[in-house]
């Protein structure tokens, strides 16, 4: 079917580059560091090394976990929306998420609040709740006799998006000068994050893992329609509301973290469902660790590839992800949109 | 004997007490410690004259050059292009800040601008200690280079060049006293959108500093779009302009009826010497008095 | 048993009921097919069957459960339904999309055990798909796919299978492929099979039961023979129709008449044509009187006769005499009552003898009344009396009373005329 390889190749495949990757990551930067020297420097530093050790432990191996997190919670929860609106060009960013936490994030930049709650600086908070706080909106505004429609989520979730990126707009006026803050939010970077941020996402990212993981298979079935997948006898209601609660923690807690770094929702589960099929068993992991591994190397581009300089790391994960779509879909174009 | 072995005893003992002390006391004095108040009201404790100084602002890059410092400093950014000297340095960011150089730097002082909080929350978070510049007018300017001058112990050159910055500063103050006429003057800062500076901004102080009238002076913030309604319904005497040839303002399409275009005054002003506030401001305060006023030249 | 029972069941989507008051029974086995008008409430019944709807008022009850009131997956476990069309931008292969029909029946990581490899295989197998088994859904044709899903739903294992429609996308050999499958289904397993239909003549070849709906209530249920009666059909759909007997079948089969086909007393104050025919004289003129919308009346003819099968397909009343027998006098009065309304009298060009005489007499009073009386031209009267010059002279009398002979072809044309100078 879809590609030659078996799915176990293609995770072991993908768990291999990941590591691998990290590895990597760890030697590359402004900071050239040999990699044969690695191990040394991390564990038994000579007394000239101690500055470098400080570079890895404190500034590299942070960004290398927290990239890999946002990317396997941006994988994951694509997927999710993917199925969930029965679009494959969806993205978590789709119904509003994006905007609110935009809004979020710019309000703290414009209005220069400081404060700090969970442990999370206004910035990140605002648009950690912006996020949250928009789907929820949508969600109650979508819902017709205790049901929500998945295309009246999608229709609304679109809507309020518009709205919120006009109030964006307004506050990106009103930034003046700081315009550059909001643009590297805007595109996403990983630039100046370090434990706190993984300490951050970590326990939403568990809960939202927990949550998708038990409605995978669900999902297979929704993707058939939701009146197919009851007569099948999914709990929709149910199941929709878990798997919106689940994918959206995840989203707006890598966005509080890292801002909006785009495509990786969009391309990686598109790119696993072409490799691997469309079970969501098998699938939202692999979206997940896809997305971690094509984060891991874009944000290892992005702080090496003209140093001092930090790119954008949505920028590179554009730049990246692209072309390679491209060529899987004419490459599948046949088996996958069928007919030819 | 067990007398005389007592007093030498006691007088051995004292002596060493008598020395610790004044030993101690002597070497206190050569690890004095430095105590400076930041932009930031944020109180600055270094053990001792920094070594290793590293700038992420240009206006900062240029009070230490200013200072006497060039061998201080360890790190720049990309953007610090004067004084020529400042691009051999080690470049250490741009905007966001490469925090692998600066630590591979291994500064003992970081002076940053103000408005990057969260990259002085990592800083800082990497055990560094750093300074924030951030002068809001010409005065501070002075101010910010007197504590930085004191904190990198080159007070004298740093009060000399305070001085000498005054004085220019009276003397353009002086000159705009005895003109009688206040000339109307709009500064641009961009053309699409028409965009300007108002109060707040450095070039807003420097036209009212060198004499002149900002017709942007109710801008409800400190930069941003400006009617061009408002433009020809103030019809300013002079336009300056940084972003662009002043040779294309002069054709630019509508604007021949305004004032200025027709007397053409429209001049160019380096924008390093008006937007960073370094020791460079007074060049452009002269610039700007120089650029409204044409008798001074 | 009955396997559904619906008691009072209404329900609407928004103001306007879509179903009213609702009563039916569907026994266990049985090949039911929902008939009715678009909006006439039909798949509405069956979403109501499927739980996928809960009725306002009343309850609809599978095997004495209340259908709304069972989980999903019960509900799974109880019905398959297969959709009027599936699409899926999905590239699920055909065999992941059959073993969806297992989900009801498993854990929620949902591995499959032995058991369900083996409801996958059976459905596989029934549906005639096993080579396809690895090829992805949409590269399936329309009847594959169709089968695939009646497949998924075979793997549920399911006393019942709802079908919407299940055929109106595919052509005409897929139709019958996918009916064919339901009917060995219904008969080899004796499955209960219920399915929305517009096409009546596939519902009448297959289903052993039919329900008529219209607006929201059952207007006949039961043999197709009984439901597709011309007149019943022609009233809920609003459409002039000709309902034969299929040949090889015996099963009802609907025609659309068509033009400017009418249903039967459209045009209400229209003028009301009696024909006099037989022995497939009137053919034409009957199926012309129903494409034009006239109200029309045959009379006296014998059972069986070709006129007289025409005039029941077509739903038009006719007053029958015994086969083979000479009119008798009820029939006549029967007939004379019929005359007497109508406006025009039409005579076909069709032979008189002993047994059909009492027709032209009719004729002959009804025109001394007034009656227009219209001749179709033909062969000449000499040549179809057998009577030995009765006829013929009853004839003359006749086109002395204004009787109008006219060619077939100018007969519409002519009673239209009539129609609009009134």
């Known amino acids: 079917m879809q590609g030659n390889l078996s799915k176990s190749v293609i995770f072991i495949i993908t768990l291999f580059l990941l590591l691998a990757g990290a590895f990597l990551a760890l030697a590359w930067g402004s900071v050239p560091i040999p990699w044969s020297r690695l191990p040394v420097i991390l564990f038994n530093p000579g007394p000239e090394e101690g500055t470098l050790q400080l570079i890895l432990v404190q500034l590299r191996l942070p960004r290398i976990v927290l990239s890999m997190l946002v990317g396997f919670s941006l994988g994951v929860a694509g997927c999710v929306f993917q199925g969930l609106l029965r679009n494959p060009m969806a993205d978590p960013y789709l119904v509003g998420i994006s905007a609110g936490a935009g809004v979020g994030a710019l309000m703290a930049m414009v209005l220069g609040w400081q404060f700090q709650v969970l442990g999370l600086g206004a910035g990140p908070f605002l648009a950690f709740a912006g996020g949250l706080g928009t789907v929820l909106f949508v969600y109650r505004l979508a819902r017709v006799g205790g049901k929500v429609p998945v295309t009246s989520f999608l229709l609304a979730g679109v809507a309020v998006g518009f709205l919120l990126n006009a109030v964006m707009s307004v506050l990106m006026v009103a930034m003046g000068r700081d315009l550059h803050r909001v643009l590297y939010w805007l595109l996403g970077s990983f630039s100046g994050r370090g434990w706190t941020q993984v300490q951050l996402i970590i326990p939403y990212f568990i809960i939202g893992l927990i949550i998708l993981v038990t409605q995978a298979r669900n999902l297979n079935l929704l993707v058939l329609g939701e009146e197919a997948a009851l007569h099948l006898g999914v709990n929709v209601e149910k199941s929709k509301r878990l798997l919106i609660a689940g994918a959206t923690l995840l989203t707006a807690s890598a966005v509080a973290v890292s801002g909006l770094v785009g495509f990786v929702g969009l391309i990686i589960p598109h790119i696993m469902r072409i490799l691997a099929g469309p079970d969501h068993r098998v699938l939202l992991p692999l979206s997940g660790l896809g997305g971690a591994l094509f984060l891991l190397w874009g944000d290892t581009m992005a702080r090496s590839l003209m140093p001092p300089v930090e790119l954008p790391v949505g920028v590179i994960t554009a730049l990246a992800g692209g072309p390679y779509f491209l060529y899987l879909l004419r490459r599948y174009r046949e088996t996958y949109f069928g007919g030819g | ?297 | 048993m009955s396997l559904y029972e619906l008691k009072e069941v209404s329900f609407s989507y928004e103001k306007e009921p879509v179903l009213k008051d609702l009563q039916l029974e569907i026994r266990e086995g049985s090949f039911l097919g929902l008939l009715g008008p678009n909006g006439s409430g039909k798949t509405t019944l069956l979403r109501l069957l499927s739980g996928a709807l809960s009725p306002q008022k009343g309850n609809v009850f599978f095997k004495g459960q209340e259908v709304s009131l069972m989980e999903p997956a019960e509900r799974a476990r109880a019905m398959g339904v297969v959709p009027q069309e599936f699409n899926l931008d999905f590239p699920f292969v055909l065999e992941e999309v059959v073993a969806m029909g297992r989900y009801p029946y498993l854990p929620w990581w949902g591995a499959l055990g032995a058991m369900d490899q083996e409801k996958i295989e059976e459905a596989l197998y029934i549906t005639g798909l096993e080579r396809l088994r690895k090829r992805t859904i949409n590269r399936l044709s329309g009847g594959e796919r169709q089968r695939g899903v009646i497949a998924r739903a075979l793997a549920q294992d399911p006393q019942v299978l709802l079908l919407d429609e299940p055929v109106s996308n595919l052509d005409i050999r897929y139709q019958q492929e996918v009916f064919e499958l339901l009917a060995r289904l219904n008969h080899d397993r004796d499955l209960t099979i219920i399915l929305v239909s517009h096409d009546l003549n596939l519902a009448a070849q297959y289903c052993s039961e039919l329900a008529l709906l219209s607006q929201g209530s059952i207007k006949a249920m039961g043999s197709p023979k009984k439901v597709l009666e011309a007149g019943l059909v022609e009233s809920t759909y609003g459409v002039a129709v000709e309902v034969a007997e299929n040949a090889l079948t015996g099963r009802p089969q609907v025609s659309l008449l068509p033009h400017r086909a009418r249903a039967a007393g459209e045009i209400e104050n229209g003028p009301w044509v009696h024909v006099i025919g037989g022995g497939g004289s009137a053919q034409q003129i009957l199926y012309g009187l129903k494409r034009w919308g006239f109200r029309a009346s045959l009379g006296v003819v014998n059972a069986g006769d070709t006129d007289a099968e025409v005039a029941r397909r077509l739903d038009i009343p006719r007053v029958l005499e015994a086969p083979f027998s000479a009119i008798s006098a009820g029939a006549r009065e029967a007939n004379e009552k019929y005359i007497e309304q109508a406006d025009f009298l039409l005579i076909a060009d069709v032979p008189f003898g002993g047994g059909n005489m009492a027709n032209l007499e009719l004729a002959l009073e009804a025109a001394r009344r007034g009656c227009r009386v219209l001749r179709i031209k033909g062969k000449s009267i000499e040549e179809r009396d057998y009577t030995g010059g009765s006829a013929a002279w009853l004839w003359e009398v006749l086109g002395s009373l204004g009787a109008i002979d006219i060619e077939l072809e100018e007969v519409f044309n002519h009673l239209k005329g009539g129609v609009e100078s009134e």
């Open chain 2, 1 to 297: 004997m067990l007398r005389i072995n007592l007093i030498v005893i006691v007088a051995v003992v004292v002596l060493v007490l008598v020395g610790a002390l004044v030993w101690g006391l002597l070497g206190g004095g050569e690890t004095k410690k430095i105590v400076v108040m930041d932009d930031m009201d944020r109180e600055l404790k270094l053990a001792g004259r920094p070594e290793r100084v590293i700038s992420l602002a240009p206006n900062v890059t240029e009070i230490l050059f200013a200072l006497g410092l060039d061998d201080m400093v360890v790190g720049v950014t990309t953007e610090c292009d004067y004084p020529a000297q400042a691009r051999e340095k080690r470049q250490v960011g741009d905007i966001n800040v490469d925090f692998e150089a600066v630590l591979e730097q291994e500064p003992d002082l970081i002076f940053m601008m103000g408005g990057m909080e969260e990259a002085r929350e990592r800083l800082g978070e990497l055990g560094l200690t750093v300074a924030v510049v951030d002068p809001k007018d010409l005065d501070e300017v002075m101010e910010s280079i007197i504590w930085v001058a004191r904190i990198t112990e080159a007070e004298d050159t740093g009060t000399e060049l305070v001085e000498d910055m005054q004085a220019r500063i009276e003397l353009v103050r002086e000159r705009a006293g005895e003109f009688e006429h206040e000339p109307t003057v709009f500064y641009e800062v961009w053309d699409e959108p028409l965009m300007a500076a108002g109060p707040g901004t450095f070039i807003n102080a420097l036209i009212r500093e060198a004499g002149g009238k900002d017709i942007a002076q109710d801008m409800p913030q400190p930069w941003g779009v400006f009617s061009e309604e408002k433009l020809f319904q103030e019809d300013p005497e002079v336009i300056l302009v940084s972003w662009h040839d002043y040779e294309q303002v002069l054709k630019r399409e509508g604007w021949q009826g305004l004032q200025a275009i027709k007397d053409k005054r429209v001049e160019w002003i380096d924008p390093d010497i008006i937007a960073r506030p370094g020791p460079r401001i007074v060049d452009g305060l002269e610039a700007v008095q120089a650029a409204i006023f044409p008798e001074v030249h």
